[in-house]
């Protein structure tokens, strides 16, 4: 006997969906397939599609439990398990941002978060979760965009700046972006978790300085 339908067994369903082949296989009708049931079914517990990917977006919002013994711990632990939450989900890095998440699982977290800068003025609050919430909403989001380039072309990121290699190297000769040319043979090329580690240390020393004076 299947176990009875609830909002919970909807929303994991759409979830495996949506891991397996991105948003655009969530659907009501798929969902309900997924279940066994007719979708009209579905519709005893959601509104509709869009409550759904709220749904969705706040129970991944479970994983993401920023820990630490100081706000600048807790702000790093909330990069990361966001960051770590998106490689794992990759369609939420295409509902991230926009108006807050107001579920009780993004509730709880934000009250972790707000709780470890009890000591921060509370004028500089939000401003500071949402500097750090932009930031990992942007790495991330260049990440995946790079995956799914990955996927679509066959080609990694290596073997697709070596097939840009001879293209770069004349457009330097010209020596009209000296700058540019010598990052790109200069500097140290970082993977993607020194890239993002490094930028986040970069955030919050900024606002280290900026909440210190």
């Known amino acids: 006997m299947p176990a009875p339908l609830n909002r919970e067994r909807i929303v994991r369903a759409a979830i495996q969906l949506a891991d397996a082949d991105g948003l655009e296989a969530v659907s009501l009708r798929k969902v309900a397939t997924v279940l066994g049931v007719g979708p009209m079914r579905l519709y ?26 100081d706000w600048r711990e807790v702000l790093r632990s909330l990069a990361e398990t966001t960051r770590q939450a ?19 699982h993004a509730l709880a977290r934000g009250e972790a978060v707000v709780a470890a800068l009890g000591g921060v003025e ?15 909403i942007g790495a991330v989001r260049r990440e995946i965009a790079e995956r799914r380039a ?12 070596a097939s840009l290699g001879p293209y770069l190297e004349r457009t330097f000769a010209t020596g009209r972006f000296p700058a540019l040319a010598t990052v790109v043979r200069d500097a140290a090329h ?19 300085a900026r909440i210190s004076r």
């Open 44 to 69: 005893n517990y959601i509104a509709g599609k869009e409550e759904l990917l709220d749904l969705m977006v706040d129970a991944v919002h479970a994983e993401i439990r920023p820990v630490g013994d």
């Open 86 to 104: 998106a490689h794992e989900h990759e369609w939420l890095a295409d509902l991230l941002g926009g108006r807050p998440q107001l579920g009780p």
């Open 122 to 136: 509370v004028d500089d609050v939000m401003p500071v979760v949402t500097a750090v919430d932009a930031y990992v």
């Open 150 to 161: 990955e996927r679509a072309t066959g080609m990694d990121e290596k073997r697709w700046q």
């Open 190 to 208: 970082l993977d993607a978790d020194h890239t993002f580690r490094i930028g986040l240390d970069f955030l919050l020393d900024g606002i280290e």
